[in-house]
T-cell receptor, first 118, second 113 residues
Framework: AQKVTQAQTEISVVEKEDVTLDCVYETRDTTYYLFWYKQPPSGELVFLIRRNSFDEQNEISGRYSWNFQKSTSSFNFTITASQVVDSAVYFC???????????????FGQGTILTVHP | DAGVIQSPRHEVTEMGQEVTLRCKPISGHDYLFWYRQTMMRGLELLIYFNNNVPIDDSGMPEDRFSAKMPNASFSTLKIQPSEPRDSAVYFCASSRQGVTEAFFGQGTRLTVV
């Protein structure tokens, strides 16, 4: 069984501030994937980033970056220079792997509500 | 390329009525998932299919819920009879082996009064 914990229920920042969303996961799988999804006020779930368990290299993609640390079972997500349009609920999720690839069966955290004020 | 398409977007029904939610996955995807989102329980997996076959329905809350996938391009989630506690947003998602993430539809907001 997998479990994902997002301890931050709500975060409020002012535009242009950097913001980090925390995620801690639990899994017994040796191979797994971690994801961040965004749910804007319109309600859809938008895939943002993914990481697999055998690659701890952290990356930056535009204003998004993530910090994956297996030693602490954490997969934190940072938005640099936040914008009002970043206001949304952000979900961290984990998924098991079959044959080395994930297939979409996800366990979600409870979500973090991010509000970016102008 | 069209994404996952769900219908209807909103459904309001009276307690005891049958409700059918529909989903068209992304073409070529061989996994289909039904998730439910509520304030109390968050996002939870109800059931998923692989190649149109139900693989795991352990998340289906009770026998009032049923799901089918008659072909690779269509799935339904049925609630009969519906109850007010079934009110939630129901998401359909699809993925395929070799693609690590699932892609979600826009959801169906169900209100049972």
């Amino acid at each position: 069984a997998q479990k994902v914990t997002q301890a931050q229920t709500e975060i409020s920042v002012v535009e242009k501030e950097d913001v980090t969303l925390d995620c801690v996961y639990e899994t017994r799988d040796t191979t797994y994937y971690l994801f961040w999804y965004k749910q804007p006020p319109s309600g859809e779930l938008v895939f943002l980033i993914r990481r697999n368990s055998f690659d701890e290299q952290n990356e930056i993609s535009g204003r998004y970056s993530w910090n994956f640390q297996k030693s602490t079972s954490s997969f934190n997500f940072t938005i640099t220079a936040s914008q009002v349009v970043d206001s949304a609920v952000y979900f961290c999720a984990s998924g098991g792997a079959v044959g080395g690839t994930s297939y979409g069966k996800l366990t979600f955290g409870q979500g973090t509500i991010l509000t970016v004020h102008p | 390329d069209a994404g996952v398409i769900q219908s209807p977007r909103h459904e309001v029904t009276e307690m005891g009525q049958e409700v059918t939610l529909r989903c068209k996955p992304i073409s070529g995807h061989d996994y289909l998932f039904w998730y439910r989102q509520t304030m109390m329980r968050g996002l939870e997996l109800l059931i998923y299919f692989n190649n149109n076959v139900p693989i795991d329905d352990s998340g289906m809350p009770e026998d009032r819920f049923s799901a089918k996938m008659p072909n690779a391009s269509f799935s339904t989630l049925k609630i009969q009879p519906s109850e007010p506690r079934d009110s939630a947003v129901y998401f359909c998602a699809s993925s395929r082996q070799g693609v690590t993430e699932a892609f979600f539809g826009q959801g169906t907001r169900l209100t049972v009064v």
